[in-house]
């Protein structure tokens, strides 16, 4: 195996494990949070027991998270050495407020973890609201970073050298707030819907109903709602890129021929030889519209590109064409859940509708996996968009392949370790004592 082939191997493969560990650990707060509110403003035991539940749940992803983005940033010096060391001095700033968000989560989750009792339950609250806002910050941070590598700003690139380097214009780089509002909106979607459907799953179990119902309308409001106002983001994400990376935009509906009108695809299956995308379902103007505003707009084609600057088509596509697809099927879903929740209670007594969403559990991060596929792939064979090739940062350390399989096992260990607890949890509280106010 090349480097090049085993370093992206390794990347890819350590990225799909921590943004799960990452999207939870910054989300799981706040349901945590709302429900310490309920218990604080009711005096329901009820939510007191979610309460602990949650926060121990919180702490478990804080440290996965904390140890697979830790061997992540390692990662990045030892595949990507040519990288780092230029990338380095400009998105440093980035990856420094994160670390700074990090100790700010960590402290406050201290201060929750152990403050009952100790503390004003005022004070204990609000920090938890803390451990919330500074995972969410967090997350930003590390995406303005990648929003970097997708929109490089902030030096001057004169014969292979960064000059006059601006962390400030790095760190609010052109790609930053579109890829933010996209991936926070994606982590509440696919955290709350998976929350939802364990509680859903035990609710079919008929195990402790009463707390699992409160913590399943928690976990989906925050979910349903996120999902709804996805779209909006994603329209403004697909007219970015549309303006900065035409080819990514191209390589994710497959569309070969430069032209206007440009029809929006549905499904398909692509043939890279042939240049062309059969069995698909065109909707007409639509993608001229949605990436410029304008049914008549023209969107260039894969085939005006240069062929060593066209990222994987069929990946990029398959991986949007499920991105969307899910996306929809989940606001479909949100929309349904309100739908129920204010006109129709009485469906909430039917096994149908908590089949229904623990269906739907797992959708939401199978989504974001499948965005940040069309992200990274889309990029290719960029690094650094436009700057530097990703052949050109890998590490030319033989061997590399060696690294992989070590990550493998402790990203298997994690997973493992965390798929123990959290059964130990959902056992520990459906063998407790049954509460009510």
């Known amino acids: 195996m090349e480097n090049i082939d085993a370093a992206r191997l390794q990347m890819a493969f350590t990225l799909i494990f921590h943004i799960v560990f990452a999207c939870i650990g910054m989300v799981m707060p706040f349901f945590m949070i709302v429900s310490h509110k309920k218990w604080l403003n009711t005096g329901n035991p009820v939510y007191l027991k979610l309460t602990k539940v949650w926060q121990k749940g919180v702490a478990i992803f804080f440290v996965t998270g904390a140890v697979s983005g830790t061997a992540l940033s390692f990662e990045l010096g030892l595949l990507w050495p040519e990288f780092m060391e230029h990338a380095g001095p400009i998105i440093g700033m980035p990856f420094s407020l994160e670390g700074a968000a990090f100790f700010v989560e960590a402290i406050a989750l201290g201060f929750y973890l152990y403050g009952w009792d100790k503390i004003s339950p005022k004070f204990h609250w609000f920090t938890g609201v803390i451990v919330g806002i500074a995972g969410v910050a967090s997350g930003i941070l590390v995406v303005s970073a990648n929003g970097w590598m997708n929109a490089p700003s902030g030096f001057d690139y004169v014969d292979g050298q960064f000059l006059n380097i601006d ?13 933010a509002l996209h991936m926070v909106l994606a982590a509440f979607t696919a955290t709350g819907f998976a929350v939802a459907g364990i509680h ?9 109903t009463e707390i699992h119902k409160k ?14 106002l996805q779209p909006i983001s994603g329209d403004i994400s697909a007219k970015d890129v549309a303006q900065r990376q035409p080819v990514k935009l191209a390589a994710m509906e497959a569309h070969y021929e430069t032209s206007k009108g440009v029809p929006l695809y549905i499904g398909g299956i692509v043939d890279q030889e042939k240049k062309e995308v059969k ?28 062929e060593d600057e066209i990222p994987n088509v069929a990946i990029v596509h398959y991986a949007f064409q499920i991105m969307v697809g899910l996306g929809g099927l989940l606001l479909m879903a949100g929309v349904f859940f309100f739908f ?6 009485e469906w909430l007594d039917k096994k149908l ?24 792939v889309g990029r290719q064979p960029w690094i650094i968009h436009k700057i530097m090739r990703t052949k050109d940062a890998v590490t030319p350390i033989p061997g590399i392949q060696y690294s992989f399989y070590l990550y493998v096992f402790l990203y298997s260990i994690l997973t493992v370790t965390v798929a123990w607890l959290l059964n130990r949890q959902i056992k520990s509280l459906n063998n407790s004592p049954k509460l009510s106010v």
């Open 200 to 208: 859903a799953f035990q609710i079919l179990k008929n195990k402790q």
């Open 353 to 376: 509708f908590w089949k229904l969403f623990a269906f739907l559990a797992p959708a939401g991060f199978i989504a974001l996996e499948a965005g940040w596929i069309v992200t990274e």
């Open 340 to 345: 129920v929740n204010n006109k129709k209670k």
């Open 215 to 228: 913590a399943f309308k928690i976990a989906i409001t925050f979910g349903a709602i996120a999902a709804i």
């Open 167 to 179: 962390p400030v214009k790095a760190l609010l780089n052109p790609a930053w707030f579109t890829q």
């Open 279 to 306: 069995y698909k379902i065109e909707i007409p103007k639509a993608l001229s519209f949605l990436a410029f505003g304008d049914f008549d707009a023209e969107v260039k084609g894969l085939n005006d590109f240069p």
